[in-house]
């Protein structure tokens, strides 16, 4: 017996769309097309819902109290302020917050928030399900891309982590969040476009306002997007160096065998805005006995001459199955202080949440690990085949 699957329009299930994540613009196009307000006043009422969408974080449009009582009725008919479902959930002993966010069915992507990074705390966000780059120290790379976020699903795990964190409304004094980082699951710069929006939205001062020089994007280094990303979003850049020649970061990072380290280094200098005040952050993973001697150390420092940075020595998260070990305290010490002595201050990067996996790629893949033994379990239990 065969079946086919109809995947015509008009048999899928209609989604209603959320205006959680949406852009201004989108925000009111979509007024306008679902014929709820006219041309003219469209910017004004967008404008208006903006504010409670993200600066309020509002759930219920009943509590749009500026807006007419015939737009607030007519609105859940057309559209609703839901987020995407949080699958799992897990609080670290240091507060670490992680989160697994369902995007679409068996879509998911991670996010974690880490109290004490920047001014109060850091939200790392992804960009991407999975990622088409294999650096072999990430566990990310391991698994296949599924796909790129849209903003509005980038957008929505910031809106999530201050739903959970109480943080509404997005206040500017005393806040949890004080800073965004792309560093979660996936390559922000091959999925440019949605990042440069969502970097639009989450900086809007009317709303979530978290300023563009506190939202910092990591890249493995896709040498011909770091310009325009500079001058698309303004945000802070990091680099995931992690070597000083090109042998060894071709093996770490392979991206490194289409963009060497000296046309890297080219892209960074032409940076938008670098300054003292503006600098690059440089992300080396301690790797034992592979990227940690004194020598790589000094290579590292004469590398970044010249250019404003920032170093972050993080001690490897080990994951089941990697090929490398973190390297020894004392290693990671060692190294640190040759970085300080050339003018670098306090660059370890301590591990945060290591309770809770929560390391480039770790949550998903031990709940997809669980999720797959439970299976099995219950296959053997009913007598299912495999
Ligand atoms: N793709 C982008 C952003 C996501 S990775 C990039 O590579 O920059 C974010 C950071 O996590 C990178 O610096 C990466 O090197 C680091 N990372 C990945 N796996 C890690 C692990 N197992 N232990 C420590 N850091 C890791
Ligand atoms: Fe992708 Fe970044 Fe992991 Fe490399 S380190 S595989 S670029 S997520």
């Known amino acids: 017996m065969s079946t086919t699957l109809d995947l015509s329009a008009a048999n899928r299930p209609q989604v209603t769309p959320s205006l959680a ?41 009943a509590a749009m109290t500026d807006i ?19 699958t799992e959930r897990q609080v670290s ?12 069915p068996g879509v998911e992507c991670e996010t974690v928030f ?14 991407q399900v999975g990622c088409t780059l294999n650096c072999t120290f990430c566990h990310t790379g391991t698994q296949a891309l599924v796909r790129n976020l849209t903003a509005a699903e980038i957008v929505q795990q910031v809106m ?24 979660g699951m996936g390559e922000p710069l091959y999925n440019l476009d949605n990042v440069a929006d969502a970097v639009d939205v989450i900086s809007d001062g009317e709303g979530i306002a978290i300023g563009r020089r506190r939202i910092t994007v990591s890249t493995s280094g896709v040498v011909p997007k770091i310009e325009e990303l500079g001058a698309r ?44 005040a503006k600098r690059v952050t440089f992300e080396y993973v301690m790797l034992k006995g592979v990227n ?22 993080i001690p490897f998260n080990p994951w089941p199955g990697s090929p490398y070990e973190c ?39 031990e709940s997809v690990k669980q999720r797959a033994s439970e299976k099995r379990r219950l296959e053997r239990e009913t007598g299912a085949a495999s």
């Open 114 to 127: 880490i109290p004490g990074v920047g001014r109060s705390g850091a939200l790392c966000v992804s960009s």
């Open 21 to 61: 994540g949406m852009t201004r613009n989108q925000i009111r196009d979509c007024l306008v097309a679902a014929g709820l307000v006219d041309e003219k006043k469209a910017k004004m009422r967008a404008t208006q819902i903006w504010r409670w969408v993200y600066h309020y974080g509002v759930t219920d449009f």
């Open 233 to 276: 979003t303004g945000t802070m850049l990091a680099i995931s160096l992690h070597a000083t020649n090109d042998p060894l970061r071709d093996e770490l990072v392979p991206l490194n065998r289409k963009y060497p380290i000296a046309e890297l280094m080219d892209a960074i200098r032409a940076y938008p805005d670098l300054s003292n």
């Open 93 to 104: 002993v240091d507060g670490t917050r992680k989160y697994l966010i369902e995007l679409s």
């Open 292 to 313: 940690d001697s004194p020598a790589e150390a000094k290579a590292l420092v004469r590398l970044l001459q010249g250019i404003p940075s920032k170093i972050n020595l």
């Open 327 to 365: 390297s020894d305290w004392a290693t990671i010490e060692r190294f640190a202080d040759i970085v300080n002595k050339a003018g670098y201050a306090s660059p370890i990067r301590t591990p945060r949440g290591r309770d809770i996996f929560a390391a480039c790629g770790q949550l998903r893949s």
């Open 160 to 183: 999530i982590a201050k739903d959970d964190l109480g943080e509404w409304p997005s206040k500017l004094e005393d806040r949890q969040i004080t800073n965004i980082v792309f560093m």
């Open 68 to 86: 007419s009582k015939e737009l607030r009725a007519a609105l859940p008919g057309h559209f609703t302020l839901a987020r995407p479902r949080v």
